[in-house]
C-alpha cells in the first residue's frame, strides 16, 4: 500500500463534473472508498488507491475520458485556497506556475509540476517521484488543464500554450481536448508537458499582491511542515500494511523498523495527532475493505490478509468499522459495480 497522499477537497470539483453528466456523485465516491465529508474536512487527506478508483470510476460512469477538461471548468479556489491566492496573486503567470510547482506536494504527494525555461519560452510539465503516473491519464489531464485555466483568469481567455504533449494515446474526445487547450496535440508523447511563448508568461498582471502571496505562502509553508512532521504516521502505516499477512503487528515491531525507541515512535505519533493503534485500526479498516471488493478474495482470507487469526474477531471489527457484516458489504458492492 503506497504511503503517498492527494489532499481530499480539491476533488469536489470531479463531484460537480459528475453531477453535471447526471451522475451520481455520492455513489461514485462511496464505491471509490472516498468519504464524502472528507471535502468539507479542511486538510484531510486520502490515499493514492482510493484516487485512483475515484478516477478510474469517474470515468466508466460517465464514459468520458476526457472528464479532467469537466474537472477544470469546476474548478474552484476553496478547493486549496492558500493555493490559490498564491497562484492568483501572482505578479506573472512564470511566478504563479513557479509556485504552483513548488506548492503543488501540498496538493498531491505522486505528480509535481515543473516550470522550464526552454530556447521558445517556458515548459510546463508533470514530474512523476515514482517514475510513471499512478493515477489515471484524466487526472494528468485535469492539473494540465486546471493550470491553464487558473492562468486564463489571470493573464486573459487569450492565454494558450504554443503546443501541448501527452502521453496517452487520442481517446476518442480529442477534439474537446484541442478545442480546450487551442493548440497542436502530441499524443503518446514522452511526457505531459505544456510548452508557453516567453512574453505572455513574463507580463506583469494587474491582480499582482505581494501581501497576499506572502501570508499564502506562510500557509503553505507551516501545512508542509505539518504534513512532513506527519510522515512517520505514513511510514508506520506501510510498515503495518506490509505486516499484516504475518498477524498482528505491535508498536514495538514497528519502533524497530523504524529504528527508533518505542517511546520516540509514540510521541511522535501523538505529535501527529494519532497514535500506532489507531493506525493499525485504520489500515486493518481500508485494506479489508479493499479486498473485499475483489471477488478473488474470501471473506475468510480477507481475514488473513488484515492479520486477523479468527474469521470471528475479523468480523466483530468489520461490523465495528462500517456498522455491517462483511458479507452485507460485499453484496452492496456487487450490485454497484453491475448497475
Same mark, same amino acid.
Given at each position: ?15 460537480? #463534473? ?6 451520481? *456523485? ?7 472508498? &472516498? ?35 469537466? &474537472? *477544470? ?8 485556497? %492558500?493555493?490559490? /491566492?498564491?497562484?492568483?496573486?501572482? +505578479? ?5 506556475? @513557479?509556485?504552483? $510547482?513548488?506548492? &503543488? ?26 517514475? $510513471? ?8 489531464? !485535469?492539473?494540465?488543464?486546471?493550470? =491553464? ?23 476518442? /474526445?480529442?477534439?474537446?481536448?484541442? #478545442? ?8 503518446? %508523447? ?10 505572455? =508568461? ?13 501570508? #499564502? ?16 504516521? +505514513? ?12 498477524? @498482528?503487528?505491535?508498536?514495538?515491531? !514497528?519502533?524497530? $523498523?523504524? %529504528? ?8 511522535? =505519533?501523538? #505529535?501527529?495527532?494519532?497514535? &500506532? ?50 458479507? +452485507? ?11
Amino acid at each position: 500500500m503506497s504511503a503517498a497522499t492527494v489532499l481530499a477537497s480539491p476533488s469536489v470539483s470531479l463531484w460537480k #463534473a459528475l453531477e453535471s453528466a447526471g451522475v451520481d *456523485a455520492q455513489r461514485v465516491f462511496e464505491q471509490s472508498g &472516498f468519504e464524502p465529508s472528507l471535502l468539507r474536512t479542511p486538510g484531510a487527506r486520502v490515499s493514492v488507491t482510493i484516487i485512483r478508483r475515484l478516477w478510474l470510476n469517474a470515468v466508466e460512469a460517465t464514459r468520458n475520458p476526457c472528464i479532467g477538461l469537466d &474537472f *477544470a471548468q469546476h474548478l474552484h479556489p476553496t478547493g486549496v485556497p %492558500a493555493l490559490s /491566492c498564491a497562484f492568483y496573486a501572482s +505578479a506573472t503567470i512564470k511566478e504563479a506556475f @513557479e509556485r504552483l $510547482a513548488r506548492y &503543488f506536494r501540498v496538493v498531491n504527494q505522486t505528480t509535481r509540476p515543473q516550470l522550464d525555461e526552454t530556447d521558445g519560452g517556458y515548459c510546463l510539465r508533470l514530474s512523476f517521484p515514482g517514475g $510513471a503516473p499512478s493515477l489515471p491519464y484524466p487526472h494528468s489531464d !485535469a492539473i494540465l488543464a486546471s493550470a =491553464l485555466t487558473m492562468a486564463r483568469t489571470n493573464a486573459g481567455d487569450e492565454l494558450s500554450p504554443l503546443r501541448l504533449e501527452l502521453m496517452h494515446p487520442a481517446p476518442p /474526445c480529442a477534439t474537446r481536448l484541442a #478545442a480546450f487547450f487551442r493548440a497542436p496535440i502530441e499524443f503518446d %508523447a514522452p511526457r505531459y508537458a505544456m510548452h508557453f511563448a516567453r512574453e505572455p =508568461l513574463l507580463r506583469t498582471l494587474l491582480t499582482g499582491n505581494s501581501e497576499t502571496v506572502l501570508a #499564502a505562502e506562510k500557509s503553505l509553508r507551516d501545512y508542509l511542515a505539518r504534513m512532513d512532521r506527519g510522515d512517520i504516521a +505514513a511510514q508506520a502505516r506501510k510498515f503495518i500494511a506490509e505486516r499484516l499477512t504475518s498477524g @498482528e503487528p505491535s508498536a514495538s515491531d !514497528a519502533a524497530r $523498523a523504524l %529504528a527508533l525507541s518505542p517511546r520516540t515512535l509514540q510521541r511522535r =505519533l501523538a #505529535a501527529g495527532g494519532t497514535s &500506532f493503534a489507531r493506525l493499525l485500526d485504520e489500515t486493518r479498516r481500508q485494506l479489508a475493505q479493499e479486498y473485499l471488493r475483489d471477488p478473488e478474495n474470501t471473506i475468510e482470507e480477507t481475514a488473513f490478509l488484515v492479520g486477523f487469526a479468527e474469521a470471528a474477531s475479523f468480523h466483530r471489527a468489520f461490523r465495528r468499522w462500517t456498522g455491517e457484516k462483511p458479507a +452485507a458489504f460485499r453484496s452492496a458492492v456487487r450490485v454497484g459495480d453491475v448497475t
